[in-house]
């Protein structure tokens, strides 16, 4: 889905290399006046151009918009190849960039309920009562 004419203006600061983690890290300004912001993916494009890297490797974060609109202010991360990325970025930006597939599990009160019915009974009975509740009973 392509926005036309989308008149933004990027500056960066704080821009380190970080040979270690083997990515360019940098503060990003975003000015973008009569609109209410500007979507990652797009910002993640002109990165890409800016610095003559894939949009794949981009990894724009942490974005809040001044209160008034018209500039936004994040973080963004641009790493060396996709294996420094798949190795250093967390799994959660993964997940959210398509990279790892998301990891499906009970919420946390489920797991907790799951956790305290198991401590009431002792022995073999543990396996069936950490078991979900039967239906209709």
């Not at 499906?104 to 956790?115: E, F």
């Amino acid at each position: 889905m392509r926005r036309p004419n989308i008149v933004m203006t990027i500056r960066t600061r704080k821009f380190v290399t970080n040979r270690l983690l083997q990515r360019r890290q940098m503060v990003v300004d975003v000015l973008h006046p009569g609109k209410a912001n500007v979507s990652k993916d797009d910002l993640s494009e002109k990165l890409a151009s800016a610095y003559k890297t894939t949009k794949k490797l981009v990894v724009p974060f942490g974005f809040r918009t001044q209160f008034g609109g018209g500039k936004s202010t994040g973080f963004v991360l641009i790493y060396d190849d996709d294996a420094a990325q798949l190795k250093f970025e967390p799994k959660h930006r993964l997940v959210r960039k398509g990279l790892q597939p998301k990891v499906d599990k009970l919420s946390r009160q489920m797991r907790k309920q799951r956790k305290n019915r198991s401590k009431k009974v002792r022995g073999t009975k543990k396996a069936k009562a950490s078991e979900p509740p039967k239906k209709g009973k």
